[in-house]
Each structure stands twice: as C-alpha cells, then as structure tokens.
C-alpha cells in the first residue's frame, strides 16, 4: 500500500517567489493534515481538512499562505510570496476519520523548503 | 495555553541499556498522547498511542506509562539498539479538536 506522497521534495525560490506543494493521502484516509517543521523543533500545524472541508485552519497565516483540497483526496499548499522566514520543511500527513483520537497519523516525507 | 514538554534535547545511552524519555505537559490531562519517532530527512513515524485511562501500554521493546497525577508520560526503549538512535516526539490533542499538537523532540543516540 503506498503511503503519504509529497513533492516536491525540495525546494529552493527566492523571497517574494510564490510556491506550492502537493500531498497525495493514503487511499480512504477522510482526514488530512499541513504541518510546519522548523529545524530542531515539533511539526507545527497549519491545517486539517475532514474530507474537502478545512475544519481547523486557524494555525495558518492566510496572508501568505493558501491551501485547498479538491474533491477531498489531493491537496495542495501555496505560499505567495515566500519569505525568508518560510524556509522549512513542509509536512503532510492523513488518517482515518476522526483523526488523532482513534489512531495514528501516517506522515509524508515532506517538503523542503528553502528561500534565499 | 496548554503546553507539552520535552524535558531533554538530547539523550545519549549505551547499547543494551533502557532509555527512558519524558513528555510533561501543564493544566488540563489529555485524553491520549501519541509517540513518534522520526529519521534525519524522513517524516514522523507513529510507535503507540496511550489513553488517560490507561496506565501502560507495551509494544515489543517500547513502553509507554501515562500519570495523569505528574502529567507525564514517560517512553522507555529496552535492550536499546544503535538502530533506535532517531528523534522520538511525544503529541496529543490540545483542544480536545482532534488535532494533534507535537512536542520539540527529543534526539537518542544509542552508544554501540
């Protein structure tokens, strides 16, 4: 069964470059996530989508950032425009419906991103 | 705000002694914590999921308590191997949304 699937893998734009990434779930999974990874640090969390709706999205910066998630399968990230400050590693992850409580979330391999 | 804390940065150990990493998180008890584990350049890998009624619970050499007395979870490695050296994340769900919010990691280096 194929996992999480994300690209690109890197990424390397100037600042005030836009950029996007994609995220293909786990077949079935309902539930599917956007975390941020800095250096040393946790995933942060930027959105979770239930099927094509964004049920939390309050962790993202709407000024810059974008994300949708068509038909409630594939997904997509978008910065417009990138800072220095975004560079970081872009992870998405999904799970069966009702996310964290009833089980695991099964992770891509991320998206790196660098802005220079 | 509830925060959720991982009290070392970094553990180094010998090989085939336990290591034991700790989660500690303020105010109110999750109703579960998750365990990751996670390779340089790979993203996270889930290892257990542990309830707030539950005191224990074991998979192969990983166990994983929870004391909602010390609101701590603690994740111990038996017989550690140079192969468990990874980052291990603790995360649990802060709003009750389920979201899952991760703790800072902690980096094991297993010692051959």
């Known amino acids: 069964e194929a996992g999480v699937v994300q690209s690109p893998r890197y990424k390397i734009i100037e600042k005030k470059q836009p950029v996007a990434f994609w995220c293909n779930p786990i077949s079935g999974h309902n539930t599917l996530y956007w975390y941020l990874q800095n250096l040393g640090q946790g995933p942060e969390l930027l959105i979770r989508y239930e099927n094509e709706e964004a049920v939390d999205d309050s962790q993202l910066p709407k000024d810059r950032f974008s994300a949708e998630r068509l038909k409630g399968v594939d997904s997509t990230l978008k910065i417009q425009p990138a800072e220095l400050g975004d560079s970081a590693v872009y992870l998405c992850?999904?799970?069966?419906?009702?996310?964290?409580?009833?089980?695991?979330?099964?992770f891509g391999e991320g998206s790196r991103l660098t802005v220079l | 705000s509830q925060k959720i804390e991982q009290n070392s940065e970094a553990l180094n150990i010998q090989e085939g002694k336990t290591a034991t990493l700790t989660c500690n998180y303020t105010?109110?008890?999750?109703?579960?914590l998750q365990w990751y584990r996670q390779d340089p350049g790979r993203g996270p890998v889930f290892l257990l999921l542990?309830?707030?009624?539950?005191k224990e619970k074991r998979k192969e050499r990983l166990k994983v308590t929870f004391d909602t007395t010390l609101k701590q979870s603690l994740f111990h490695i038996t017989a550690s191997q140079p192969a468990d050296s990874a980052t291990y994340l603790c995360?649990?769900?802060?709003?009750?949304?389920?979201?899952?919010?991760f703790g800072t990691g902690t980096r094991l280096t297993v010692i051959p």
């Open positions: 105010n109110y008890s999750p109703a579960y």
């Open positions: 992850a999904s799970s069966l419906a009702g996310g964290g409580n009833t089980g695991e979330l099964f």
């Open positions: 542990i309830r707030e009624n539950e």
């Open positions: 995360a649990y769900d802060q709003t009750g949304a389920n979201n899952l919010f």
